[in-house]
């Protein structure tokens, strides 16, 4: 079990197999910057989807072999990003990352009912938080995708999370659905929708999972906190997933991380697809990017085993 982003990392570097990463619209320096050191990792082996003169330019520029690249030509964006999921939804790669095209425009393609790589199930965010000083991976959904997501989306959250989790050898990963409060208020739908997913959990309707609920953060993450309020929980203290309960509260916690943390790394994926959608906002760090690519590759080996 990794308990911090190096682990994810060095669990990319030493897969048995590189895994074939195809980038939509890849004339981007930035993601062609995190690709780069990828390859040279021995992470993946790039099929790069774009306009073919960009692409050798920008690679020049960033000093980026293309010789072990794939290279297809491709000048329409949006044809590009059909043409790179339809390459994983063929078999042919085994993730898929967005370039130099808006993040709706890689999900049209992504969410296409006969070229891409649709599963039925609703696509959400998850990332992985390495933080200075909690000893542990923490893993958070969904901040980035879903905006006010009701009880039967957020079931399907937990669970893409879940299965993120669990293939990076969490065997039983513990979930916090996170409220302003731990206790259950009539007055506050976060705190009543979490305790419906802890009950759902328990039925079996969340598989592969300790679900709890509500729980606010400080108890979620602090043992010394839940003891102080008398939380008696397998989850209280030991949370390795935050679910959130809408895109504000999971952007503002994320970018809270990011800027007032210390000695921060994080990493995303897209899941409830066929294979993992690395999608990195351009404000992210090269580390950033390159932890994603990382952090996706070992979630896209651990589905085929």
């Not at 000083?133 to 958070?140: V, Y």
């Not at 969490?170 to 731990?182: I, S, Y």
């Not at 007032?260 to 994080?266: L, Y």
């Amino acid at each position: 079990m990794f308990k911090n982003m190096q682990d994810i990392v060095e669990a990319a570097k030493g897969l048995p197999n590189r895994q074939r990463l195809v980038v939509a619209a890849a004339e981007d320096q930035d993601v062609l910057e995190a690709v780069r050191d990828a390859v040279e990792w021995g992470v993946v082996s790039a099929i790069l989807v774009g306009d073919p003169h960009k692409i050798s330019a920008i690679a020049a520029e960033v000093g980026m072999s293309l010789d072990n690249c794939t290279v297809i030509p491709e000048l329409n964006p949006i044809l590009a990003a059909g043409k790179a999921v339809g390459i994983v939804a063929d078999g042919q790669g085994d993730l898929v990352m967005k370039g130099k095209i808006g993040t709706a425009d890689i999900l049209r393609a992504v969410l296409n009912k006969e070229k891409g790589l649709r599963t039925g199930s609703l696509l959400s965010h998850v990332t992985a938080l390495d933080i200075q000083g909690i000893g542990r991976l923490l893993f958070m959904t969904d901040g980035a995708m879903n905006i006010a997501p009701d009880l039967g989306q957020k079931a399907q959250i937990v669970q893409n999370a879940v299965d993120v989790v669990r293939a990076l050898g969490f065997k039983e990963p513990k979930v916090a659905a996170l409220a302003a409060v731990e206790l259950v208020n009539p007055d506050m739908p976060a705190a009543l929708e979490a305790a419906l997913l802890a009950k759902m959990a328990d039925r079996g309707q969340i598989k592969g999972a300790i679900v709890d609920g509500p729980l606010a953060l400080d108890n979620a993450i602090s043992h010394h906190s839940a003891q102080v309020k008398g939380i008696k929980s397998l989850v209280a203290g030991n949370a390795d997933i935050l679910m959130v309960p809408d895109i504000e509260a999971g952007n503002v916690l994320y970018k809270s991380i990011v800027y007032f943390g210390r000695e921060v790394r994080v990493a995303g994926v897209i899941a409830g697809a066929k294979a993992p959608v690395v999608l990195t906002s351009r404000s992210d760090s090269h580390e950033a990017k390159l932890d994603s690519i990382a952090f996706s590759a070992v979630y896209a080996a651990g589905l085929k085993s």
